[in-house]
């Protein structure tokens, strides 16, 4: 609708109804459920690569025998720093990993997974990187949220179906969203403040990196211009989409 062919900006009402909405309005928690399951399944991955290197990057002989002090930030193996706790805090992260997989007694393994996952990594930071920062700040959020409300065994318990789901403010997954969104766009302007993305060529410099590669590309393929061209700006097409489509995505259900 016009006025004097201006359009009618919404009212404040209007907009705060929508912002409301947005982060407020109950919905049926299958979508925190499947995002529950799906980290549970990472949280045990990520628990299950610690372990072969659990004593010599964590341990108290290893590469950095004493946690360093970094001014306000805390962990559980800055007090209990004996190999046995290393070992120990590991099986129970496993343990709270599973558990948060499948819904059983979902808030209490979700609490426990964020603090051991923030205690390794705050026991020696400089092993871990920006995904794993991620991995903990997720965490966190799941902690935070109604995580057992849906397509879990908490929600078989209360309601006798695994399959069935709560409507609870959906704050949290829209939470995880804008954070999404953040991440991505942050990373679109770091990698257009340089260099090798404008230029095209940032992609082909990290295929050809030995030491981490798995699976070695052909040559022929991390040496073509037009096709090493056309990944690297694809990558940025792309997560400049991720990037929009998380931050609007929901505010036209809001709507």
């Known amino acids: 609708m016009t006025e004097n062919n201006r359009p009618v900006l919404p009212r404040p009402s209007v907009i705060g109804e929508r ?142 179906t695994f399959w069935s789901a709560q409507s609870r403010p959906n704050w949290p997954v829209r939470l995880m969203q804008v954070q999404l969104s953040i991440i991505y766009l942050a990373s679109v302007q770091m990698k257009l403040s340089g260099e090798t993305w404008v230029q095209g060529t940032a992609v082909s410099y990290a295929l050809r990196l030995k030491d981490m590669q798995r699976f070695p590309p052909p040559h022929w393929f991390t040496t073509n211009a037009l096709m090493m061209n056309a990944v690297t700006w694809g990558t940025l097409a792309i997560e400049l989409s991720v990037a929009v489509w998380s931050g609007i995505s929901g505010f036209g259900r809001g709507y």
């Open 19 to 160: 912002w409301q909405a947005f982060w407020f309005r109950p919905e049926p928690m299958y979508t925190l459920g499947l995002v529950r399951m799906a980290f549970g399944a990472l949280a045990v991955l990520w628990t299950l690569w610690l372990l072969p290197i659990r004593y010599d990057l964590l341990g108290t002989q290893g590469v950095a025998p004493n946690q360093p002090a970094i001014p306000y930030t805390w962990g559980v193996f800055e007090f209990w720093t004996s190999n046995q706790a290393i070992l120990i805090g590991w099986a129970v992260l496993l343990a709270s990993a599973l558990a948060l997989t499948f819904g059983w007694h979902s808030r209490l393994a979700a609490i426990l997974v964020f603090v051991l996952i923030l205690s390794f990594q705050r026991r020696d930071p400089w092993i871990f990187n920006a995904g794993d920062a991620v991995v903990r700040i997720e965490a966190l959020f799941i902690a935070l949220s109604p995580c057992g409300a849906a397509l879990s065994l908490d929600q078989r318990r209360r309601e006798g």
